[in-house]
């Protein structure tokens, strides 16, 4: 079966810092923003449910104060950034979707607002009503308090945690790789893509290596563990390549990307 993002109805869309943010100059690459929020209006304005789930405000806030490598930094100093690149994040989502009529909420969550039931629901009520409402909600972890025993790790994971909190049918990993292959295709020839996935198995997992793939602070591993919470609340995931224009046209017109298919649905 060929999936496509344009099959869902309350969809979820994760975009990575690596995509989001030029890794020369630490600005937010605008034409590429552009063109992906372009795809989020079309859907939007067919009746569907858009929720963006963006990091960057590390990478942001980091290039503004003149710190140094993120892997560098100290948790205050990435606290501090976070602060700054949020405002930065929050505003460009603002100034690009606004312009449409379309109103935009920014949404910062922690990790304990997953596990706790009373801030779970409270958070859920929020992203349902804003839905209600027709807003998009603008998601990311609130870097500013959370620190490494009580933050999400990476927004992969957080994407899924959304999904799930939400009852998305879809939800939508933009990568720096096309999908999930059976082997780390840059420095494995023989690799080969798979396109579509019913059930994680301990080999697959064991297919995705260590999380150093990619710019971000995840890689194949936060993904899969993704999918896996994904399927498990009944919500189809993609990961795709989103380095290119209209990353969610170039889904819905090609099979180079990995579906995760649960064997339920909401």
Known sequence: MFHQVAHGQRIVIKI???????????????????????????YWQQGKEMIIVSSGAIALGRRHLQLGDRAALTLPQKQAAAAVGQIKLAHAY????????ITVAQVLL???DSQNAERFANAKNTLKTLLELQAIPVINENDTVATAEIRFGDNDRLAACVAHMIEADTLVLLSDI?????????????????????????????????????????????KLAAAKMAMESGCRMVIAAGKHMSPLRRIDTSEDNTWFIPGRAF
Do not use: C, K
């Open 94 to 101: 603002q100034e690009a979707l606004y312009a449409q009529g």
């Open 16 to 42: 990575g810092s690596s995509l989001l943010v030029d890794h020369e100059t630490g600005l937010i690459r605008r034409e590429w923003l552009t063109s992906l929020l372009n795809e989020i209006i079309f």
């Open 178 to 222: 096309d999908g999930f292959y059976t082997a780390n295709p840059q420095v494995d020839q023989t690799a080969v893509l798979i396109r579509e996935v019913r059930e994680l198995t301990p080999e697959m997992m064991a297919m995705a290596g260590d999380s150093a793939t990619e710019y971000g602070s995840g890689g194949m591993i936060t």
């Open 110 to 112: 922690t990790l304990d």
